[in-house]
């Protein structure tokens, strides 16, 4: 099977995510089905910024779903003596690692790691790029309220401009059929001709 990666909110089909978004809904039920699933899986955690709650999910995640985790803290690591991002992939990629969990400052970067490594790689934020995992948390939390979603008016308020969760909830929702509008400040809310997503005034009153 080829190897798969979640980089982009749309990395895979509608009907992909629909099937995650029901996979996990009965994971929450009934976890123990699942409680094995990675066993002999090695997931690594790969951040160079900052993080709370995004790691230690994937790091919660993974052990409870069996897999073995490995920590990479950047701060402690040969990067502060100038390893390069290839080298540190090649080191994971001779520990045969499965699964990729990297956030980086720089967009694109995780699309980088991809082509140069077997494992699957899981984008956990790139720069403002995007946060595709995040996207479909949201869209989780938004489901265990409305479970159907369709034609669901949704507003992000804050700086749409530089975040990468605005993006990619936006993208993901829209193909999830919700309507979507951002409500900021003019210069951080990216313009509807460019953006292709409306402003909050551009919702029709029902």
Not at 31 to 51: K, M, N, Q, V, W
Not at 100 to 115: D, E, K, M, Q
Not at 124 to 138: R, W
Request: glycine share 6%.
């Amino acid at each position: 099977m080829a190897v798969r990666h979640f980089i982009e909110p749309n990395s895979f089909s509608l009907d992909e995510q629909l099937a995650l978004l029901d996979l996990a809904d009965r994971m929450e039920a009934n976890p123990a089905p699942y409680a094995h699933l990675c066993d002999g899986r090695i997931l690594a955690t790969l951040f160079y910024e900052p993080s709370t709650r995004t790691r230690s999910s994937f790091e919660v995640a993974a052990e409870r779903l069996s897999a073995d985790v490995t920590n990479f803290t950047v701060s402690t690591s040969s990067v502060v003596k100038g390893e390069s991002v290839q080298d540190t992939i090649a080191t994971l990629q001779a520990m045969k690692v499965d699964y990729v969990i990297v956030r980086h400052y720089n967009s694109g970067l995780p699309n980088v790691i991809a082509r140069h490594t077997c494992a699957s790689v899981v984008n956990a934020g790139d720069g403002a790029h995007a946060h595709p995992s995040q996207a479909l948390l949201d869209s989780f939390t938004i489901r265990e309220v409305f479970p159907d979603v369709r034609g669901k008016r949704v507003l992000i308020v804050g700086d749409i401009l530089h975040s990468r969760v605005a993006r990619s909830t936006s993208l993901l929702m829209k193909r999830l059929g919700m309507e979507v509008a951002f409500l900021g400040p003019g210069s951080l809310v990216p313009r509807t001709e460019h953006s292709g997503i409306p402003r909050f005034s551009d919702f029709n009153e029902a």
